[in-house]
Nanobody, 124 residues
Framework: QVQLVESGGGLVQAGDSLRLSCAASGRTFSSYAMAWFRQAPGKERDFVATISWSGGRTAYTDSVKGRFTISRDNAENTVYLHMHSPRPEDTAVYYC?????????????????WGQGTQVTVST
């Protein structure tokens, strides 16, 4: 079992920066890929970014490329999402997810464990 706890969400102005954190426990953190997903009001949960077990490979959805950065600290069992220049359309509940293996995925089905989510609201 893996437990994931997100933090760092809140209200931010467009153009400012925000860093989300996801602390993991319960299994060897460095052995599995991690990801961030988000769910806006009235919409389905969508992929945002993923990072390989080593941190050497990352991938992003097109709408956040160049603005968001996913990173991880395996010594601290934590994965981060750095949100640079967020926009109002980035407003959503952000979820951290852990894969069942070292393989990263763009799909929810590739992730076995989920956090409870943290709300991010971007104002104009």
């Amino acid at each position: 079992q893996v437990q994931l706890v997100e933090s760092g969400g809140g209200l931010v102005q467009a153009g400012d920066s925000l860093r989300l954190s996801c602390a993991a426990s319960g299994r060897t953190f460095s052995s599995y890929a991690m990801a961030w997903f988000r769910q806006a009001p009235g919409k389905e949960r969508d992929f945002v970014a993923t990072i390989s077990w080593s941190g050497g490979r990352t991938a992003y959805t097109d709408s956040v490329k160049g603005r968001f950065t996913i990173s991880r600290d395996n010594a601290e069992n934590t994965v981060y999402l750095h949100m640079h220049s967020p926009r109002p359309e980035d407003t959503a509940v952000y979820y951290c997810a852990a894969a069942a293996s070292s393989t990263a995925s763009y799909s929810e089905s590739g992730y076995a464990y989920w956090g409870q989510g943290t709300q991010v609201t971007v104002s104009t």
